[in-house]
């Protein structure tokens, strides 16, 4: 693939041919739509376009940029958002029958100042229902592809999301994180992706709250560049630093208590462990905590099923087989069974867990995990079976990440380079509360020290898609 064509251009390199006009943003955005038609047939992640609107919006861009007043670096640079995120006039199905038809009038406060910014947004991205899985299927518009591997998944909730951003469809998508969801699909791709800290990047007019105080809106890009430029938008508070602070003191879990972790993934987080120690840091193996292991089993399952029957309670009058899919109707008969009690002991694990991370940062300045315990599965599957040989329930795969969410911490995810079959695998990295711009620091020196350069998925280097 010719490395200069405007669908593989990086955001910050669309600014600058805008800036020295070689590009327009309305030129840009037909070279987007056109790689979006291409690819759609092998992905699916677009759930929703909005071609007419973005059109107008980039030939806004244009005027702006040609008399010299952008309002932003990222005005005209195409980019997409998750559908469980509402952009005014567009459907936000959420993944469900249920919310088939909500079309919200308002855009929720991330997609507003992605808009200020001048930022041009295509369309909407796949979904797993209500944003609860860790794979991208739904009833409406079924399984979204591994642009490494389209038969395989891209994870989840963000599925549509990293395979749009993946296989050229923008520089950027606006995700939401509430266990993993923007970490493991950048893992399962290749790319970088930020969840910021407990209300640094504000969300407003949003869906109904499903995970209260867990879910954080943050960017998805193929570079560290790409995501910062995204998060001077999302989060306008949050000052970057020029350099990381002298050497880290770093922790490192290669597995949160006795749950398995594959082989090729472990291989290249212990190589990413000395790559960082290489580069001067103190990277400590330790062993995980057990308020970790006890949020993801006792807490975690309190907290999702009793929030989807929240959601869900004035939404449905007892015939959930109509509305939604057997796992779903699964949750939601667990939300209904759990008591007041059950909520209380899982927000004390929630406060325990909180209150043993403090302890470790008070040692250590992050925390370097693998992002995922396993490997992309096939993409009509909701999760593994098995991992390193091992059975594992359906979170198995994702026990690595909602921990940072229920202690609010801000996480990152970057590349660790491909195993040997060509797949991508992440690291994650966990900074305390606060801690947002220091990971965004650690995060640009990995990629300028010993992160693999971005390439481009070669399933999808193929004569016959259209360049």
Request: glycine share 10%; proline share 10%; charged share 15%.
């Amino acid at each position: 693939m010719s490395p200069t064509l405007p669908w593989q251009m990086s955001a910050e390199a669309l600014s600058q041919a805008y800036a020295q006009r070689t590009l327009s943003p309305v030129e840009a955005l037909l070279s987007v739509l056109s790689r979006a038609d291409a690819v759609h047939p092998l992905l699916n992640a677009l759930v929703v376009r909005d071609d007419a609107a973005a059109m107008a919006a980039a030939q806004a861009s244009e005027a702006r940029w040609l008399r010299g007043t952008p309002l932003s670096p990222l005005d005209g640079v195409p980019l997409t958002v998750k559908d469980n995120i509402p952009v005014a006039g567009l459907p936000c199905r959420w993944g469900s029958r249920l919310f088939a038809h909500h079309r919200p009038a308002r855009d929720e406060s991330p997609v507003a100042r992605l808009r200020a910014g001048g930022a041009v947004i295509l369309g909407k991205t796949n979904v797993p229902e209500f944003t609860l899985q860790g794979y991208t299927d739904n009833p409406l518009f079924g399984p979204t592809g591994n642009p490494w591997a389209p038969a395989l998944t891209p994870g989840g909730s963000s599925g549509g999301a990293v395979a749009a951003v993946a296989a050229g469809i923008g520089p950027l998508a606006l995700g939401t994180d509430g266990g993993g969801s923007i970490r493991r699909p950048c893992g399962f791709t290749g790319l970088h992706g930020f969840k910021p800290g407990r209300g640094v990047a504000p969300r407003a007019d949003g869906l109904p709250v499903l995970l209260p105080g867990l879910e954080e809106a943050g960017p998805i890009a193929r570079s560290m560049a790409d995501l910062l430029l995204a998060l001077r938008l999302l989060a306008p508070t949050l000052t970057p630093l020029a350099e990381v602070p002298g050497p880290l003191r770093i922790a490192y879990w290669r597995a949160i208590g006795d749950s398995p972790v594959d082989a090729a993934i472990l291989a290249r987080c212990d190589a990413a462990a000395e790559r960082l120690r290489a580069l001067g840091h103190t990277v400590a193996v330790q062993s995980s905590l057990p308020e970790v292991e006890a949020f993801n089993r006792r807490a975690w399952p309190v907290i999702a099923s009793t929030g989807l029957a929240a959601v869900l309670h004035e939404r449905i009058d007892g015939h959930e087989e109509d509305a939604l899919t057997p796992a779903m109707a699964s949750l939601l008969a667990q939300g209904r069974s759990q008591s007041a009690v059950d909520l209380f002991q899982a927000q004390a694990l929630q406060r325990a867990l909180a209150r043993a991370l403090q302890g470790l940062f008070a040692q250590h300045d992050l925390l370097l995990t693998p992002a995922s315990a396993a490997l992309p599965w096939p993409a009509d599957q909701s999760h593994p079976t098995t991992i390193a040989g091992l059975p594992v329930d359906g979170r198995g795969h994702a026990v690595f990440t909602a921990f940072a969410n229920g202690a609010g911490l801000p996480a990152l995810a970057v590349p660790a380079g491909p195993t040997e079959d060509g797949l991508p695998v992440g690291l994650q990295l966990v900074a305390p509360r606060g801690g947002d711009a220091l990971l965004c620091a650690v995060g640009a020196m990995w990629e300028r020290e010993a992160a693999p350069a971005w390439c481009w998925p070669p399933a999808l280097d193929k004569e016959e898609l259209p360049s």
